[in-house]
């Protein structure tokens, strides 16, 4: 059997070493360009279709969006009558020019559930002041942060990610200096 299957495999092996669908490089692969991304479609349809305040935030150059994702939080809107209902949120992941990960989330779920939702075991561990708003920092055993307020619309919005200190801080007054997006109706 072994010699049967050993002429195939060195043929693979010499076929894709020909075409160069394979290659070894010592030192892993290196990394490829990141996705491209239409965050102001994709938060504008957000605004359009989820019906809550959605920011648009304008970053400084360098500041990449590459990725952005809808969903809901069962339990995670407190009602006029003080029921519990669903809530929705919108987000959109960034690269900083540093490379590193962030992402904003947009929400009209209450504080503490919208935390949860992203980072589940996460506790309010002290607050940062960005351009007069104040910011909770929740921490977990992640060593990301969640980064949370509450801005005018209402709208809950937390940012989390693998930036620092100063990366937070940009996104967050990109975020809240802006106006909600208008929302179309169909």
């Given at each position: 059997m072994f010699w049967s299957m050993a002429p195939l495999v060195v043929a693979c092996i010499v076929l894709a070493g020909m075409l160069g669908m394979c290659s070894?490089?010592?030192?892993?692969?290196?990394?490829?360009?990141?996705?491209?991304?239409?965050?102001?479609?994709?938060?504008?349809?957000?605004?359009?279709?989820?019906k809550i305040p959605i920011r648009m935030p304008q970053l400084p150059e360098g500041w990449q969006p590459n990725s952005g994702s809808r969903h809901g939080i069962d339990g995670g809107l407190t009602l006029p009558d003080g029921q519990r209902g669903r809530a929705v949120s919108s987000r959109i992941g960034y690269l900083a020019p540093t490379g590193k990960y962030l992402s904003l989330t947009q929400s009209n779920a209450d504080e503490a559930a919208l935390v949860a939702s992203i980072k589940p075991d996460s506790y309010a561990s002290g607050t940062q002041d960005v351009d007069g708003v104040t910011?909770?920092?929740?921490?977990?055993?992640?060593?990301?942060?969640?980064?949370?307020?509450?801005?005018?619309?209402?709208?809950?919005?937390?940012?989390?990610?693998?930036?620092?200190t100063?990366?937070?801080?940009?996104?967050?007054?990109?975020?809240?200096?802006?106006?909600?997006?208008?929302?179309?109706?169909p």
């Amino acid at each position: 059997m072994f010699w049967s299957m050993a002429p195939l495999v060195v043929a693979c092996i010499v076929l894709a070493g020909m075409l160069g669908m394979c290659s070894i490089q010592a030192g892993g692969p290196g990394a490829g360009p990141a996705p491209e991304f239409d965050a102001p479609a994709a938060l504008q349809a957000d605004a359009d279709t989820l019906k809550i305040p959605i920011r648009m935030p304008q970053l400084p150059e360098g500041w990449q969006p590459n990725s952005g994702s809808r969903h809901g939080i069962d339990g995670g809107l407190t009602l006029p009558d003080g029921q519990r209902g669903r809530a929705v949120s919108s987000r959109i992941g960034y690269l900083a020019p540093t490379g590193k990960y962030l992402s904003l989330t947009q929400s009209n779920a209450d504080e503490a559930a919208l935390v949860a939702s992203i980072k589940p075991d996460s506790y309010a561990s002290g607050t940062q002041d960005v351009d007069g708003v104040t910011w909770v920092v929740y921490e977990s055993s992640d060593p990301e942060p969640v980064w949370t307020t509450r801005l005018s619309g209402p709208a809950q919005v937390a940012i989390t990610g693998a930036g620092g200190t100063d990366e937070y801080r940009t996104l967050a007054s990109a975020t809240q200096k802006q106006s909600p997006l208008p929302i179309k109706r169909p």
